[in-house]
């Protein structure tokens, strides 16, 4: 498929193709739902913490005799029920990351990317250098796009001059290719990459890579064993017959066995 570009002035320029296989797929929103509560909850810190009735300090007597004051009974002061208690069942220091396998996180950007172009959300232009930090070239440029709310701006490698240029303003960020993530496509309404931001992503998420499988393992073809030595057995049957078995063939002998002792 192919995109429109368009420079730093919003110029319109030659289209570019890009891989269907990154930005033409039909979008998964039960993986991308689930990549973005995995990365929601890896960004936790997980360090609330409160102390049990163990933990605080104070008597572990009980604050008045059991029976014959007329009063509830009371346990001792570190109670969670009482004032300076410990806490019941308090939140302890934890982890809250989930795990995702890498296939449902490469799933989850191509689909974010490719429902960012049905929607007519995604621009692309041919290129983007800053000499210094100018935040006023970052808002023209979002200006001449015809952006008006948050933007996402991705470029293929990480440039310092863009990202310190693109902080100061408000629902605007920057970052390379490599970092893209579902968290920041979906909290920014329109996305803005650059023609090597579009070649990074195929690099990483498109063409052989996502279309590979998992390779099927197969069975190795096992070396011929050599034929193993026939192994004859005698067994004496109760009418006086001599059976002699071997691998696959079985011979039976008529014969007396009271007779053929005799003879030995």
């Known amino acids: 498929m192919k995109l429109p570009a368009r420079n730093a002035q919003g110029a319109k320029l030659k289209p570019i193709e890009v891989d269907d296989q990154v930005f033409g797929i039909k979008p998964n929103m039960a993986v991308i739902y689930q990549t973005f509560l995995a990365q929601m909850a890896n960004r936790r810190a997980g360090s609330a913490s409160t102390k049990s009735r163990g933990e605080v300090r104070g008597s572990t007597a009980k604050v008045r005799v059991q029976k014959g004051s007329g009063h509830a009974r009371q346990g001792s002061a570190r109670a969670p ?8 069942f308090g939140p302890k220091p934890r982890s809250y990351r989930q795990a995702l396998p890498k296939r449902m996180k490469r799933l989850a950007i ?6 960012k172009v049905a929607d007519g959300q995604l621009s692309v232009v041919d290129k983007l250098s800053l000499e210094k930090p100018r935040t006023k070239e970052i808002v023209g440029l979002l200006e001449s796009l015809g952006i008006q ?12 001059m863009l990202y310190c240029s693109a902080r100061n303003l408000s629902r605007i960020k920057a970052l390379p290719a490599a970092y893209l993530n579902v968290v920041d496509m979906l909290t920014h309404r329109d996305l803005v990459m650059t023609v090597a931001a579009v070649r990074r992503c195929e690099e990483l998420w498109g063409g052989d890579r996502a279309r590979q499988r998992r390779p099927v393992a197969v069975p190795a073809v096992a070396a011929k064993a050599p034929a193993a030595k026939t192994v004859r057995r005698v067994k004496a049957t109760k009418r006086g017959k001599v059976a002699e078995e071997a691998t696959g063939e079985v011979e039976v002998v008529e014969g007396d066995i009271a007779a053929e002792q005799e003879a030995s």
């Open 81 to 88: 029920h009482r004032t300076g208690g410990g806490v019941a």
């Open 110 to 115: 191509r689909s974010v990317l490719s429902g």
């Open 149 to 160: 709310r948050s933007a996402l701006i991705v470029t293929g490698d990480a440039d310092r």
